[in-house]
């Protein structure tokens, strides 16, 4: 009998220096997809459950459990980060 070869592991593999420096100026330059000023727009909005209408839509756009939860928690940190910004300003 054939043995399968080990599946691949993501979580292996870290993120360089380099990579996440690249990733941070692409997004200061790109700034957000549609989808994600989206839901940007419902952490704002907020109401009783947001959170489960976010995860919704981030799951039906990204594919993937996993995925729609960390997207959800990284517009949280940019929604975070424009409140510490504006409140800097002022």
């Known amino acids: ?3 399968k070869p080990a599946r691949y592991n993501r979580k292996s593999v870290q993120a360089s ?3 996440l ?3 941070e100026i692409a997004r200061e ?10 839901i940007l727009d419902m952490i704002k909005t907020g109401g009783s459950s947001a959170d489960k ?13 996993k ?4 997207k959800r928690e990284d517009i949280k940190a940019v929604n975070t980060a424009q409140r510490v910004r504006a409140a800097g300003a002022n």
């Open 1 to 3: 009998k054939r043995e």
């Open 17 to 19: 220096k380099r990579q």
């Open 21 to 23: 420096m690249a990733r």
């Open 29 to 38: 330059v790109c700034g957000l997809a549609p989808y994600e000023r989206r």
């Open 53 to 65: 209408r976010i995860y919704k839509f981030a799951k039906k756009r990204l594919g993937t459990h």
């Open 67 to 70: 995925r729609a939860l960390k």
